[in-house]
């Protein structure tokens, strides 16, 4: 429902090399929002947020490298870019890998492990209340997924699974190791899009 507060529509990019693309883009546009595929630095300046979705981190790094979109990203980030990576896009974020010296965008102050669950076949779901994003239990789904080991001090933790941090929150950047655009529940597409607002 879009009400009198909710204001002007939010313009949402989601990064469109590869990945989980569309199932975020239903998200958005479920939520009565426009959604639109980011391939083009040029892009960068019309969009009110960006999506880093989930998908092959490596693979994702070395495209927004060809692509010229490295380096503008990383600075319309530190310029206070509202940017959200799930699984693969918070390792694009991460200032630090743990046990890996490739760093992409290297702008959140956190040390991720990648696959640190394991394989493909470790791949689960729980579901758990994550009070900054709702007062409902929320699905968490989990496919070969990082998390976090260190965070630095600007670093909100927003939470954890058995001991493990799984969401974070640095200012203008937001970043989980699940997948919420992979199940039928949006509240965190919701906070994000709160997130563009401000
Ligand atoms: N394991 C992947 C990587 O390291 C991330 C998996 C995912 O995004 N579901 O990039």
């Known amino acids: 429902m879009v009400t009198e507060e909710c204001g002007k529509t939010m313009k949402i990019g989601i990064l469109g090399f590869q990945g989980a693309v569309i199932e975020h883009q239903q998200h958005i546009q479920q939520l009565e929002q426009e959604a639109v595929i980011v391939r083009y630095r040029e892009q960068l300046e019309t969009i009110d947020g960006l999506i880093l979705p989930g998908g092959e981190s490596t693979t994702m790094g070395k495209l ?13 980030i530190l310029q206070g870019l509202p940017v959200w990576g799930t699984c693969a896009g918070m390792i694009l974020l991460a200032k630090e890998l743990e046990q890996d010296p490739l760093v992409h965008l290297g702008v959140m102050d956190m040390t991720v492990k990648r696959n640190a669950y394991g394989t493909q076949i470790d791949s689960f779901d729980v579901r758990m209340v994550v009070p900054e994003i709702s ?63 401000k």
Do not use: W
């Open 135 to 197: 007062n409902r239990e929320i699905p968490l789904v989990f496919i070969r997924a990082p998390y976090i080991t260190r965070v630095g001090k600007a670093v909100r933790v927003l939470c954890r699974v058995d001991d493990h941090i799984v969401a974070v929150r640095e200012r203008n950047m937001l970043a989980t190791s699940f997948h919420p655009e992979l199940t039928d529940d949006s509240a965190f597409h919701q906070y994000f899009i709160g997130m563009c607002r």
């Open 64 to 76: 927004l490298n060809r692509t010229g979109l490295m380096d503008p990203l990383r600075e319309k």
